[in-house]
Every structure is written in C-alpha cells, then in structure tokens.
C-alpha cells in the first residue's frame, strides 16, 4: 500500500482544514492518522477499519477531528475544526492490517510521507 497525504498548510486558530490521504494498488484494512510535532513523539489522532467503517480517536481528539474514508476514490480524510496552535504538527496517514483497530504506531506497516499543518494564533 502506498500512502500520499496532502491537504497540510497554514490555517488561522479557530480555522478548519481538511487532510486527505490517498492510498493506491489496495484498499487498507486499517487507515490512521498520527500526528508529531517539533521535539514530541508521534500522536495517535484517528483510525478507522476500511470495510466495516469503525472508528477510534485519540484521547481528547473526537471533538475536533473527524476521520471518514470515501470508498470509491479508496481515499481518506482528517477533518480539523476549531484548530489551536497546539495542533501544529506533522500530520501522517497510516495503513495496517491487524485485526483490531489500535492507535499504536507499531500496528501500521505503511506510512505516508506527512502533510504540515501549522495553525497560527
């Protein structure tokens, strides 16, 4: 599975975006997103399971971030509301095949190149 995802760049507080992750050759069994910043470890934001379209967030994420995949396009995408300076990261999609959905990054094999986001104040 390759991964490309797009959709970063410069947003205002309060401000929303849209991530998208593209997946090519086969549909993922397991789609994430993780986020890193500057000098912190990567963060767990969202995942869902491809087929049955189940969802898990991060501790805290679920008010602002909303993850949802398009099947026929076998994209996905972060939906970023109310964003706080906080937020600013590196922003990774991921692919997995394990059978539970997990927010661990050591359960995802396939790993896109990322997509800044900085949210300004």
């Known amino acids: 599975v390759q991964l490309q995802a797009s959709g970063g760049g410069l947003v205002q507080a309060g401000g929303s975006l849209r991530l998208s992750c593209t997946a090519s050759?086969?549909?993922?069994?397991?789609l994430a997103w993780f986020r890193q910043a500057p000098g912190k470890e990567r963060e767990f934001v969202a995942a869902?399971?491809?087929?049955?379209?189940?969802?898990i967030y991060g501790d805290s994420m679920e008010d602002r971030f909303a993850i949802s995949r398009d099947n026929f396009k076998t994209m996905a995408y972060l939906q970023v509301n109310s964003a706080k300076p906080e937020d600013t990261a590196v922003y990774y999609c991921?692919?997995?095949?394990?059978?539970?959905?997990?927010?661990?990054?050591?359960?995802?094999?396939?790993w896109g190149q990322g997509t800044q986001v900085t949210v300004s104040s």
């Open positions: 869902l399971r491809w087929v049955s379209g189940k969802i």
């Open positions: 050759e086969h549909l993922p069994i397991n």
């Open positions: 991921a692919a997995g095949s394990l059978l539970d959905l997990t927010g661990s990054p050591r359960h995802y094999d396939y």
